[in-house]
């Protein structure tokens, strides 16, 4: 079985920036697209970006876009999501996972998950 673990989510100011990483274990996931979804309390969990194995092509929420940059190392199994210019909106839990298809925007489609980690933008 795979295992995927996230990590680098704290408590930051609105304006500042963080580093999430996902290190992906036991299984080939150099060969699955990757992605970072997020879920704020109350709310539905929602797609945020996607690399593809390769790590040669992106997409993103327009929600983010411009201000986050996913990216992944295979060498390290690592995948990362770099945000910028954080806003108190941005505050949930982020969670990273895997699917043979590119760009899936819905949570239904991805079969492996991570456990999650949690941002919190304060104002």
């Known amino acids: 079985q795979g295992q995927l673990v996230e990590s680098g989510g704290e408590v930051v100011q609105a304006g500042g920036s963080l580093r999430l990483s996902c290190v992906a274990s036991?299984?080939?996931?150099?060969?699955?697209?990757m992605a970072w979804f997020r879920q704020a309390p109350g709310k539905e969990r929602e797609f945020v970006a996607a690399v593809s194995w390769r790590g040669d092509s992106t997409v993103y929420a327009d929600s983010v876009k411009g201000r986050f940059t996913i990216s992944r190392d295979n060498a390290k199994n690592t995948v990362y999501l770099q945000m910028n210019s954080l806003k108190p909106e941005d505050t949930a839990d982020y969670y990273c996972?895997?699917?043979?298809?590119?760009?899936?925007?819905?949570?239904?489609?991805?079969?492996?998950w991570g456990q999650g980690t949690q941002v919190t933008v304060s104002s």
């Open positions: 036991g299984r080939a996931f150099s060969l699955y697209h």
């Open positions: 996972a895997a699917n043979t298809l590119f760009g899936a925007r819905h949570a239904r489609e991805y079969a492996y």
